[in-house]
């Protein structure tokens, strides 16, 4: 029987001693693909206000049911908080459907399923891994202030910040800090909100990034922006969006063109503006 009554936040735990983050899945429906995104966001969160970027991943599967639907949001977040944050995943006690397809996704994106019987021998495999903290994770730049400059522009008159991503590449967490460092500094001093106007066109966010990616757009456009409408994002991009939106809260406002993401933003001014008269 499904356990879902239990809070995600009850399922979460670290042991400091272990560098081991515990998720206890046991008796879990992801029955959509929002029900996986709420859980992802809640770990994300849980990993970030512990201040450590590396753990062990510890995972409890008894009685887990992941259905069809939920499969790839379950996947690609599962890749996304891997590349960011583990150290190693150890996984235990999973139904022969659900094993399978975690051998099935193992095979696929060439890396150890990890899959124990029980908790026991599954920490004893943790006790193998080797530490990646002893040396802390950092990435070199691979862009200058200058590769931000000239993507961003500010027009005072329509309060439209434009953001172009257009064939860029975010390899990394280092890349997203980079740009956003950037980001966060002009609306510091312009002193204003300003509606986000952002070409995806031939963007890159690869998986190792995406976590970071997320934050900090989030952090973004809750301290500057009016309303963010994005454009020409490829279809893996797209679908990331798309997942995050379900449990965030927040409308993608995906449109295949300029003309038409300019259209929206106009939409959204006016949708401002009535419910907000005074500011006529």
């Not at 500010?154 to 309060?159: A, M, N, S």
């Not at 953001?163 to 002193?191: A, G, K, N, P, Q």
């Amino acid at each position: 029987m499904a356990d879902n009554m239990r809070p995600i936040a009850d399922r979460v735990s670290f042991h400091n001693a272990l560098q081991c983050m515990e998720v206890d899945f046991s008796g879990f429906h992801f029955d959509t693909s929002e029900t996986v995104n709420t859980v992802y966001d809640h770990i994300e969160e849980r990993i970030a206000e512990t201040g450590e970027e590396r753990w062990f991943f510890l995972i409890n599967y008894s009685a887990c049911r992941i259905d069809p639907e939920a499969w790839i949001a379950y996947s690609r977040r599962g890749k996304a908080l891997n590349l960011a944050h583990s150290q190693g995943s150890v996984r235990f006690d999973a139904s022969d459907e659900t094993r399978a397809q975690i051998e099935r996704d193992a095979n696929t994106e060439n890396f150890d399923a990890n899959l124990f019987a029980d908790r026991d021998h599954a920490l004893e495999r943790i006790a193998e891994l080797p530490s990646q903290r002893r040396t802390r994770i950092s990435h070199d730049p691979n862009y200058c202030q200058a590769d931000f400059v000239r993507r961003v522009r500010f027009d005072p008159e329509t309060v439209i910040m434009d953001v172009d991503f257009s064939h860029f590449t975010f390899y990394h967490s280092r890349d997203v800090d980079d740009f956003y460092d950037y980001l966060e500094e002009r609306i510091i001093e312009s002193d204003r909100r300003w509606f986000f106007l952002v070409d995806y066109n031939g963007c890159q966010i690869m998986p190792a990034a995406w976590v970071r990616y997320a934050f900090r757009g989030k952090r973004l456009n809750e301290a500057g922006s009016l309303g963010s409408v994005r454009y020409a994002a490829g279809s893996e991009t797209e679908a990331d969006i798309r997942l995050r939106a379900e449990s965030q809260g927040f409308r993608p406002n995906i449109r295949n063109t300029r003309a038409e993401a300019l259209e929206r933003i106009e939409e959204m001014r006016a949708e401002i503006l009535a419910a907000q008269p005074h500011l006529n």
